[in-house]
């Protein structure tokens, strides 16, 4: 059929075309509105380092002057920088790499434990969760870095536009910082209808302002040949290696392209960038490059410097609105990683609200939005200017990109079969450009560059204490459960008092009654009619079908027990699976339906294989979590916690 369309297609040239149908005008209507979407979630990190990247690179720290050979040389890193890291490696490759659509360092780590075997298991499977986990921590620290910096250097063109207005700048930053979070219990489902028109905003008028400079000198888009690269480091040696660290800053934001693949998919965010993104990018960096040759004096605002004095006020506008959309995605992106973070159980619980009643990822946290707010604050006065706290970025990003590749080799060694000769030689390519833009930023450490740092050590630290307590003090609580079988016919024998009801025992393991029961029925010497041991567990994939989410075996004397299963990226709802068991022909009526759930108070003086300190860590944070019942949405007057001292 093909062949015979192309040859009549062929044979008649002037013949008239089909009319695209209904469906294809709606998918291409879609397509146009989630590229459209994507600009304001997955874009405005990346889309915001125009104003910080080129300044970055002349600061005099690097001694580099404005002169034709260097602006050349540092636009041809950028723009290979934008080319090779964001397009080839991320658009081209990374976002192949799906776990059911869902991207992202934790999906990707996820995907990865899912093989059953890695070569050398017991070395290599924790030493890749151990990567995984700090690749996922440096996100938080780029998290606290990024708004300020963005706010920051958008609330800087005051210094331009009025430079009698100078001192303003730190604290209308601290000001717009403060109210973005304190806005985040409301939601920002409505926010988010505005954010891809404010950021299409914003990349029309970087496209314009830098493509103004460029038709005054378009001998700037020479510096498009590699060549200039090279020649920069051959002029500038171990100063011009330095200066990568500065033009990372160009390529921040390339794993969020990745981490939002699930919520618009491949293409929509594919075409955003090829066909908008990247464009105005380039033509934004090489205005700037243009005024530095014309300007030298422009380095210390090369950004706000490519508009007219009329239209800087407009400019600080739109810019401050751009880094409030980058810095909401950045928020947004924290909320969805704490809770996968918490399905997968590393980290504890902690509240989450949901803001929209449509859409399910709308989610806010409390505790995480209250520490993103405190850390941002503390960046601004401590560094005090866009400039200095630049110094701090770059580390974080980096490390994650190279976890991200190393990552990407078991993947494609393992679910594409490729050879190691092929992805050794991908990944190595990769993973080389990576840890050079890392080394170069290592020398920030002492500048400021420990606190990402600092913040990745303490969440690992977190999230590895958390998941291990959780592994120990599940072995111990199934120790100490009774085999089911054994329950049950002691249940036979004795024949307890049932009173009329259900009642639901949460218990993580499968086999075994768990101890919340057999200290109900020790205290209580009653039993429900009807029994159900529930749960829940988290599979290591975003979502589980529906037709795949419960299995129920039933069990002599009223008992049942029920498996529920959930994705990383999904919440589990108590009282809906209850509900689903209504319909598989239990009773659980919910007026006479009461949830027991344990509550163990954790005692750090047994001989479990941990350290001292860690587990005294472990016992703070199991004191401190949210409630199971609050947790999993019980309904709080039917709800009966019983306490057991454990000690680990």
Same mark, same amino acid.
């Given at each position: 059929?093909?062949?015979?369309?192309?040859?009549?297609?062929?044979?008649?040239?002037?013949?008239?075309?089909?009319?695209?149908?209904?469906?294809?005008?709606?998918?291409?209507?879609?397509?146009?509105?989630?590229?459209?979407?994507?600009?304001?979630?997955?874009?405005?990190?990346?889309?915001?380092?125009?104003?910080?990247?080129?300044?970055?690179?002349?600061?005099?720290?690097?001694?580099?002057?404005?002169?034709?050979?260097?602006?050349?040389?540092?636009?041809?890193?950028?723009?290979?920088?934008?080319?090779?890291?964001?397009?080839?490696?991320?658009?081209?490759?990374?976002?192949?790499?799906?776990?059911?659509?869902?991207?992202?360092?934790?999906?990707?780590?996820?995907?990865?434990?899912?093989?059953?075997?890695?070569?050398?298991?017991?070395?290599?499977?924790?030493?890749?969760?151990?990567?995984?986990?700090?690749?996922?921590?440096?996100?938080?620290?780029?998290?606290?870095?990024?708004?300020?910096?963005?706010?920051?250097?958008?609330?800087?063109?005051?210094?331009?536009?009025?430079?009698?207005?100078?001192?303003?700048?730190?604290?209308?930053?601290?000001?717009?910082?403060?109210?973005?979070?304190?806005?985040?219990?409301?939601?920002?489902?409505?926010?988010?209808?505005?954010?891809?028109?404010?950021?299409?905003?914003?990349?029309?008028?970087?496209?314009?302002?830098?493509?103004?400079?460029?038709?005054? @000198?378009?001998?700037?888009?020479?510096?498009?040949?590699?060549?200039?690269?090279?020649?920069?480091?051959?002029?500038?040696?171990?100063?011009?290696?330095?200066?990568?660290?500065?033009?990372?800053?160009?390529?921040?934001? @390339?794993?969020?392209?990745?981490?939002?693949?699930?919520?618009?998919?491949?293409?929509?965010?594919?075409?955003?960038?090829?066909?908008?993104?990247?464009?105005?990018?380039?033509?934004?960096?090489?205005?700037?490059?243009?005024?530095?040759?014309?300007?030298?004096?422009?380095?210390?605002?090369?950004?706000?410097?490519?508009?007219?004095?009329?239209?800087?006020?407009?400019?600080?506008?739109?810019a401050t609105l751009a880094t409030i959309v980058a810095s909401q995605a950045l928020i947004s992106g924290a909320f969805?990683?704490?809770? !996968?973070?918490?399905?997968?159980?590393?980290?504890?619980?902690?509240?989450?609200?949901?803001?929209?009643?449509?859409?399910?990822? !709308?989610?806010?946290?409390?505790?995480?939005?209250? %520490?993103?707010?405190?850390? /941002?604050?503390?960046?601004?006065?401590?560094?005090?200017?866009?400039?200095?706290?630049?110094?701090?970025?770059?580390?974080?990003?980096?490390?994650?990109?190279?976890?991200?590749?190393?990552?990407?080799?078991?993947?494609?060694?393992?679910?594409?079969?490729?050879?190691?000769?092929? %992805?050794?030689?991908?990944?190595?390519?990769?993973?080389?450009?990576?840890?050079?833009?890392?080394?170069?930023?290592?020398?920030?450490?002492?500048?400021?560059?420990?606190?990402?740092?600092?913040?990745?050590?303490?969440?690992?630290?977190?999230?590895?204490?958390?998941?291990?307590?959780?592994?120990?003090?599940?072995?111990?609580?199934?120790?100490?459960?009774?085999?089911?079988?054994?329950?049950?016919?002691?249940?036979?024998?004795?024949?307890?008092?049932?009173?009329?009801?259900?009642?639901?025992?949460?218990?993580?393991?499968?086999?075994?009654?768990?101890?919340?029961?057999?200290?109900?029925?020790?205290?209580?010497?009653?039993? !429900?009619?009807?029994?159900?041991?529930?749960?829940?567990?988290?599979?290591?994939?975003?979502?589980?079908?529906?037709?795949?989410?419960?299995?129920?075996?039933?069990?002599?004397?009223?008992?049942?027990?029920?498996?529920?299963?959930?994705?990383?990226?999904?919440?589990?709802?108590? !009282?809906?699976?209850?509900?689903? /068991?209504?319909?598989?022909?239990?009773?659980?009526?919910?007026?006479?339906?009461?949830?027991?759930?344990?509550?163990?108070?954790?005692?750090?003086?047994?001989?479990?294989?941990?350290?001292?300190?860690?587990?005294?860590?472990?016992?703070?944070?199991?004191?401190?979590?949210?409630?199971?019942?609050?947790?999993?949405?019980?309904?709080?007057?039917?709800?009966?916690?019983?306490? %057991?001292?454990?000690?680990?």
């Amino acid at each position: 059929m093909s062949g015979l369309t192309a040859s009549a297609a062929t044979a008649a040239p002037h013949a008239r075309r089909p009319r695209p149908t209904a469906h294809g005008t709606e998918r291409g209507r879609r397509l146009l509105t989630l590229s459209l979407t994507a600009l304001g979630v997955v874009y405005g990190d990346i889309g915001t380092s125009p104003l910080y990247a080129i300044r970055e690179c002349f600061k005099p720290a690097y001694g580099l002057r404005p002169d034709v050979p260097t602006v050349y040389g540092v636009l041809s890193l950028i723009a290979w920088a934008l080319i090779v890291v964001v397009s080839v490696k991320y658009i081209v490759f990374i976002m192949r790499l799906d776990n059911r659509g869902e991207g992202g360092i934790l999906a990707l780590l996820a995907l990865v434990l899912r093989f059953r075997r890695l070569h050398g298991e017991r070395a290599v499977r924790p030493a890749v969760i151990a990567l995984g986990l700090f690749g996922a921590a440096l996100l938080y620290g780029d998290g606290v870095i990024t708004p300020s910096i963005s706010v920051l250097s958008a609330i800087e063109g005051l210094e331009v536009a009025t430079p009698a207005l100078a001192h303003l700048v730190v604290p209308l930053t601290l000001v717009i910082l403060f109210l973005l979070f304190h806005v985040q219990k409301y939601g920002t489902a409505r926010l988010g209808g505005v954010f891809g028109p404010v950021m299409v905003v914003w990349f029309v008028t970087i496209a314009v302002l830098g493509t103004v400079e460029i038709l005054r @000198a378009p001998r700037i888009l020479l510096a498009l040949n590699p060549w200039y690269a090279l020649r920069f480091f051959l002029d500038h040696g171990w100063g011009g290696f330095l200066v990568l660290g500065a033009v990372v800053l160009a390529v921040t934001g @390339a794993e969020a392209l990745y981490a939002d693949m699930g919520h618009f998919g491949r293409r929509p965010i594919r075409l955003a960038w090829l066909g908008f993104v990247l464009p105005a990018l380039l033509l934004n960096y090489f205005g700037q490059g243009a005024i530095l040759l014309r300007v030298p004096g422009a380095v210390q605002h090369p950004f706000y410097l490519l508009a007219p004095g009329v239209f800087l006020y407009p400019l600080l506008v739109i810019a401050t609105l751009a880094t409030i959309v980058a810095s909401q995605a950045l928020i947004s992106g924290a909320f969805s990683l704490t809770q !996968q973070c918490m399905q997968l159980r590393f980290c504890p619980r902690l509240p989450i609200v949901h803001t929209s009643r449509v859409q399910v990822g !709308q989610i806010y946290m409390p505790d995480v939005n209250a %520490a993103l707010m405190v850390g /941002c604050l503390l960046l601004v006065l401590g560094f005090r200017s866009s400039g200095a706290l630049g110094a701090a970025y770059g580390i974080a990003v980096t490390g994650t990109m190279a976890v991200t590749s190393m990552l990407f080799y078991i993947i494609a060694r393992r679910r594409w079969r490729w050879s190691r000769l092929l %992805a050794g030689s991908l990944v190595g390519a990769f993973l080389a450009i990576d840890l050079v833009f890392l080394a170069a930023n290592l020398v920030k450490i002492e500048h400021g560059g420990w606190v990402p740092l600092v913040i990745a050590g303490g969440i690992f630290l977190v999230m590895t204490t958390w998941n291990r307590g959780v592994r120990i003090v599940s072995g111990i609580l199934s120790e100490a459960a009774m085999p089911l079988d054994r329950f049950l016919a002691e249940v036979e024998r004795t024949r307890p008092p049932r009173v009329p009801g259900t009642a639901v025992f949460l218990t993580a393991g499968l086999e075994g009654a768990p101890l919340v029961l057999i200290r109900h029925l020790r205290l209580n010497k009653a039993l !429900q009619e009807e029994i159900i041991l529930l749960s829940i567990l988290t599979e290591e994939v975003p979502e589980v079908r529906d037709d795949e989410r419960i299995e129920v075996e039933r069990l002599p004397d009223g008992f049942h027990r029920v498996k529920a299963s959930y994705g990383f990226m999904e919440r589990p709802h108590v !009282q809906e699976i209850v509900a689903r /068991c209504r319909d598989l022909g239990m009773r659980a009526e919910p007026e006479d339906t009461t949830y027991y759930v344990g509550r163990p108070q954790l005692l750090p003086v047994g001989t479990a294989r941990m350290m001292r300190w860690r587990k005294w860590l472990f016992a703070f944070m199991q004191r401190n979590a949210g409630s199971a019942a609050d947790f999993f949405g019980l309904p709080p007057n039917r709800v009966v916690e019983l306490g %057991a001292r454990i000690e680990f």
